[in-house]
């Protein structure tokens, strides 16, 4: 099989990245429609929606984190396709499900699917053009101009042929999806990246340790609990029909694109870690606000700043992993760690809501995303010190290793 081991961000690689992204994380971008739909076809509660939804989301997740090490190597475009292959078999068997049995069986199916795909796509962000935070907007930003026309198109197909045929849709998107991510880098990064060139890079790149890891998922567990349950709450609190909130999510998910670019302009203006530490807060308390409010146009709001900031974050995180290890190793394991967070999260935000309701849960999101994003906030700095060579990098605490012999970038 043909590699494709240039770098070089051309339009077919970038073409490649958004739609193997956008697959990738389907099943978590488009997880408030789902959770709407499997709810109301068999008639679950908010937990056992949720644990459906967990099914799904920490199969991606396992899967991502098993295929680390292995999408840090050639043969990304195979295991893509592999992927997706598996993936459209899942969907195909969600939309026939006839129970809760059926339903959670072919979501992990297609979740291990989307994990390959996901693993490889995420670990190909960083070998893909010699400007870390501009691959990730540009990979960031399509995914997401992507996945708000499934947001879309996914409930409108559910309205016009009934429900479950939105999983026929995400499976017919499978087959373009196979001949894009053909154009996937397989090389480990430019060898003159500041990862492969800083002092102690060689045992840096080994792994992320298991407190940055445990942060990318926290994080994610919150942002995909209220994520998956913010058609739920809107339609709860604000009294706007399904229909119009997938409207409003999608909408809001596309002007909430500006954060993608503007989390690698506050880089540049302001430096790594005084940037994400704003919007990070931003982030936590529009969270809070978010889940508690019950006007349409607060709601809308918070929506779109949330979504704002949120993004600026996750391309600063994955910029930061990419400027430490361009093997795209640390990119793919944060990748599994987040996708086991978005696993855990509908199925905790579910319980919670049916236990202790929506005021406690405000406060532990909140307050969860100022404690997950500490690690990541380090992670950054680390990043900032590995671009400027310093002696500084060698002292980051973020890797852990198994030998202390030192390794040339090109093993």
């Not at 389907?26 to 908010?46: K, T």
């Not at 939105?166 to 397989?186: I, R, S």
């Not at 992320?208 to 919150?222: E, I, R």
């Not at 974050?313 to 793919?332: E, F």
Request: with cysteine; proline share 4%.
């Amino acid at each position: 099989m043909k590699t494709n081991s240039d770098s070089a961000l051309t339009f077919t690689v970038a073409a490649a990245l958004i739609a193997g992204v956008t697959l990738g994380s389907s099943g978590s971008n488009v997880m408030p429609v789902f959770v709407d739909d499997f709810a109301d076809r068999f008639d679950l509660s908010s937990t056992s929606a949720g644990l459906v939804a967990a099914s799904q989301l920490t199969a991606v997740a396992i899967t991502t984190l098993l295929l680390a090490n292995r999408a840090a190597r050639p043969g990304r475009v195979r295991l893509a396709r592999g992927g997706l292959a598996l993936a459209a078999a899942g969907f195909i068997g969600a939309a026939i499900a006839f129970d809760m049995l059926t339903l959670i069986v072919a979501s992990l199916l297609l979740g291990a699917g989307l994990g390959a795909v996901y693993a490889a796509s995420t670990a190909a962000l960083a070998g893909a053009g010699d400007d870390a935070d501009k691959t990730s907007s540009i990979a960031i930003t399509g995914a997401l101009f992507a996945s708000a026309l499934l947001l879309l198109a996914v409930p409108a197909v559910n309205e016009w042929a009934g429900g479950g045929t939105g999983f026929f849709l995400l499976a017919v998107c499978c087959l373009p999806g196979w001949f894009l991510v053909g154009h996937l880098p397989d090389g480990p990064g430019p060898a003159g990246s500041p990862s492969a060139t800083a002092p102690g890079a060689a045992s840096r790149s080994a792994r992320p340790s298991a407190v940055l890891l445990v942060g990318a998922g926290l994080l994610m567990a919150v942002t995909q609990g209220i994520w998956s349950y913010a058609s739920v709450l809107g339609r709860g609190h604000t009294g706007m029909s399904a229909s119009v909130l997938s409207a409003v999510l999608a909408l809001s998910s596309v002007v909430a694109l500006a954060g993608a670019v503007a989390g690698p302009l506050a880089v540049r203006r302001f430096g790594r870690l005084r940037s994400m530490t704003g919007f990070v807060v931003v982030e936590a308390f529009s969270t809070g606000l978010l889940i508690v409010t019950h006007s349409p146009t607060l709601f809308i709001a918070t929506a779109v700043i949330w979504q704002t900031c949120w993004l600026a974050v996750l391309v600063q995180i994955l910029a930061a992993a990419s400027v430490i290890d361009s093997t795209g190793r640390w990119v793919a394991a944060l990748s599994g760690a987040g996708a086991l967070g978005g696993g855990i999260g509908p199925l905790a935000v579910g319980a919670i809501m049916d236990n202790m309701g929506v005021g406690v849960l405000s406060i532990l999101l909140t307050a969860g995303t100022l404690i997950a994003a500490l690690p990541l906030l380090k992670m950054t700095d680390a990043a900032a010190d590995t671009a400027s060579v310093t002696p500084h990098a060698q002292a980051t605490p973020f890797a852990r290793t198994t030998t202390e012999k030192p390794t040339s970038p090109a093993e």
